[in-house]
């Protein structure tokens, strides 16, 4: 049986609450579960201790058990420092598209061309008064 440790959403419309469960990874997000291991509430703010709870030696036993945790999970672990954190894929979609690096690299042109401006006038007054 394959083992997931994930959120099963509940709560009413625009108010999401959700339940860390141990589930087989065949059942339904919010179907049938074998073990509530903790609660999410996303509407509480980042810093607050009530944000998430769980059972830390449950959610143990359970990775040992060969459970394997959702993306959201691993972050969760990661925050209460039972997973060391990992470099994350950032894929190619988040880089800017093609006009938007031609604006880029022209706008640099253009400030390298201002720069070098402005550092002329200054070279030519430094040599000037070394001449004097």
Known sequence: MAMK???????????????????????????????????????????????????VERVQYWLSQGAQPTDRIVRMLEAAGLREKTDRNNPNKAKPGKKAQERASEKAAKEAAAAEAAAAPAEEAVEEAAAE
Not at 23 to 51: V, W
Request: hydrophobic fraction near 30%.
């Open 5 to 55: 440790i994930r959120l099963a959403r509940g709560g009413s419309k625009k108010r999401p609450y959700y339940s860390i469960v141990a589930a087989d990874s065949r059942m339904a997000r919010d179907g049938r579960f074998i073990e509530k291991l903790g609660t999410y509430n996303p509407l509480l703010p980042k810093d607050s201790e009530e944000r998430v709870k769980m059972n």
